[in-house]
């Protein structure tokens, strides 16, 4: 079973990343935009229990001092927003965040796990489908290693997705032992 944790900054501390791509959507994108605050997503998939997700929320990804976290419902239910923009690797890129928090995860509680980053960004203003696709292509996505999830405040049913984005193989590889000791014409064979 698949735990999502989110982990974001608390109302009254700064949110430098997500002022950053506040000032990028209005700058280079022309798009005018309120505000975006941005939540980190850890995906652990593994022999996890509620206890063990909540333990690793609190003490592993989060800093009690300017940060908020939760590991059993979305942040995103208590966060002022319009629109949100998910974007996570998909199955098979390298994500470096989710290898190393896999290996501390491991070092803290001594069980085997695989886990995935991903950030969803909040996004508040008037702001149009058409404006949110261009945003989620044009700055926040790279489509070649990157997936992403548009949610609409108005139409979100308060539930988001939990799957970690595994590769998975229908077949199975097979090897075979060839004798390299043999005349060249049985080679070319």
């Known amino acids: 079973m698949a735990h999502r944790i989110e982990v974001t900054f ?9 002022q950053s791509i506040c000032e990028r959507i209005r700058s280079d994108l022309k798009i005018n935009v309120d505000s975006v605050r941005a939540v980190e997503i850890y995906t652990i998939e593994g022999n996890l229990n509620s206890d063990d997700a909540e333990f690793l929320a609190r003490e592993l990804f989060s ?5 908020t976290f939760s590991a059993s419902e979305s942040l995103l239910s208590e966060m002022p927003w ?4 998910e974007v996570g690797f998909k199955p098979g890129v390298m994500d470096a965040v989710g290898l ?4 501390e995860i491991r070092d803290l509680i001594d069980k085997e796990v695989e886990a995935f980053s991903s950030r969803s960004y909040l996004l508040s203003g008037n702001l149009s489908q058409s404006d949110i696709e261009q945003i989620a292509q044009g700055l926040l ?3 070649l290693i990157e997936r992403y999830e548009i949610y609409k405040r108005d139409s979100w049913d308060g539930n988001v997705r939990v799957s970690a984005p595994q590769v998975h193989l229908d077949h199975e590889p097979a090897t ?8 060249d014409e049985e080679l070319v064979k």
């Open 141 to 143: 996505a790279n489509d």
């Open 10 to 18: 608390k109302p009254e501390a700064r949110d430098a990343l997500g």
């Open 82 to 85: 319009d629109w949100s923009i």
């Open 176 to 183: 075979q032992i060839i004798n390299l000791d043999v005349s």
């Open 100 to 103: 190393t928090a896999a290996d």
């Open 63 to 67: 800093d009690p001092i300017n940060q």
